[in-house]
């Protein structure tokens, strides 16, 4: 498989996408849904990530985040997720979602029986306020788009709330456009 084009560009924020394989709709659970806001949280609180805005859907995570190294941030925080989310499965006897981890686990990955997350999480830059304005609107607008929610702030799982003023699931460092 060839090299991504996407590259982490310094400590300004970043728009990344992270997403399960096959598209899984993992977090249409609650539990593994609150495994992801977790590790966030933690991660949040050890200062190694900031987050300007965030979007869970049932089968992908976006987020404007931000770190001193935010490849290594996110490596960490899926491989964690990965194995807490397995765990959960595990303990729930879910041997559906178990069978398809695995049966959608790339060949090369020998060291692990199961896998939850894509390849990669498409880092992209954000350098200018008109683009951080067009991320800000796709993340909060994912949930409408889909026909989930008629208005982003009622999507639970996203930071649209905390741009109104509300409290969302995670804090969120703002960005004033």
């Known amino acids: 498989m060839g090299r991504s084009r996407y590259r982490v560009i310094d400590t300004r924020p970043h728009f990344v996408t992270s ?27 050890q200062q190694r990530l900031t ?32 194995k807490a989310m397995i765990g959960l499965l595990q ?32 880092p992209q830059a954000i350098d200018s306020l008109e683009k951080m304005e067009q991320k800000l609107q796709y993340i909060h607008h994912n949930p409408v788009k889909r026909g989930y929610v008629d208005e982003a702030c009622h999507w639970r799982y996203s930071s649209a709330r905390n741009y109104e003023g509300r409290q969302g699931i995670l804090d969120v460092e703002v960005i004033t456009i």
């Open 51 to 82: 987050i300007h805005a965030y979007v869970l859907m049932e089968n992908h995570l976006h987020l404007i985040a931000a770190a001193a190294d935010l490849s290594r941030e996110m490596q960490s925080f899926k491989s964690f997720t990965a």
């Open 19 to 45: 997403t399960t394989v096959n598209w899984l709709m993992l977090f249409s659970q609650p539990a593994l849904a609150e495994t992801i806001f977790s590790a966030l949280r933690f991660l949040q609180s």
């Open 91 to 122: 303990q729930q006897r879910s041997q559906n979602w178990l069978e398809e981890l695995r049966s959608h686990k790339r060949p090369d990955k020998v060291e692990s029986t199961y896998q939850v997350w894509q390849e990669g999480f498409h």
